[in-house]
């Protein structure tokens, strides 16, 4: 079975502080790739980082930024100097060969300002 | 360059009703797919379609088909709508298939059967 799970269905940060969104997935394919994508109230979904699981090398996006554990399978991310424009719920997600997103339940992130 | 178009935005429907949803993808983008998402069930794959043809499906009951036009856009049909129905639908466009593929939505339409 495909799964993921994010365990953290509500977080909160001050505004410049930096914030870390948990992801765990289930899967047996080798070859996968791992998204996280926001969705602000305007509720268009966003892409924000990816990683492609053949990689070791963490991804990297301006102040976004995954710690990918293979063995572990988690995927999480951090979201550094927290602006209130990163007010939005996160989604993880997985896609595999059969190019259809998995994704979590996702975490409703708010930035305080 | 413009992004991928769903239209209508909203749509109200009663039970038994059909309804036709339609997302043009991103100029250059030949795969379309599809999710629903809803409170309790959070975000599902619906469909993917490329050049036309569709390439894989999640599990949805058969009310819910799809096609996809010779110019990439694509159309999605419920037949006999239900309560359960109410979501919203997005789509999402890549460049091609596969899964090095980064996915773009659209705002998506909100379908509201009462």
């Known amino acids: 079975a495909q799964t993921v799970t994010q365990s953290q269905p509500e977080m909160s940060v001050q505004e410049a502080e930096t914030v870390t969104l948990s992801c765990t997935y289930d899967?047996?394919?080798?070859?996968?790739?791992l998204f996280w994508y926001k969705q602000p109230p305007s509720r268009q979904m966003i892409l924000v980082i990816r990683?492609?699981?053949?990689?070791?090398q963490n991804a990297t996006e301006n102040r976004f930024s995954v710690n990918f554990q293979k063995a572990a399978k988690s995927f999480s991310l951090k979201i550094s100097d927290s602006q209130l424009g990163d007010t939005a719920m996160y989604f993880c997600a997985f896609i595999t060969g059969a190019n259809n997103l998995f994704f979590g339940t996702g975490t409703r992130l708010t930035v305080i300002p | 360059k413009a992004g991928v178009t769903q239209t209508p935005r909203y749509l109200i429907k009663t039970r038994g009703q059909q309804v036709t949803l339609s997302c043009s993808p991103i100029?250059?983008?030949?795969?379309v797919s599809w999710y629903q998402q809803t409170p309790g069930q959070g975000l599902q794959f619906l469909f993917e379609?490329?050049?036309?043809?569709?390439?894989n499906k999640g599990n949805f009951p058969g009310r819910f088909s799809g096609r996809q036009f010779s110019n990439s856009r694509s159309e999605m049909n419920v037949s006999t709508l239900e309560l359960g129905d109410s979501a919203l639908y997005l789509c999402?466009?890549?460049?091609?298939?596969?899964?090095?593929?980064?996915?773009?939505f659209g705002d998506g339409t909100r379908l509201s059967i009462l």
């Open positions: 379609y490329f050049s036309e043809t569709q390439r």
């Open positions: 990683q492609e699981a053949y990689k070791q």
């Open positions: 100029s250059g983008h030949r795969s």
């Open positions: 899967t047996s394919e080798s070859n996968y790739y």
């Open positions: 999402a466009s890549s460049l091609t298939t596969g899964t090095n593929q980064p996915q773009h």
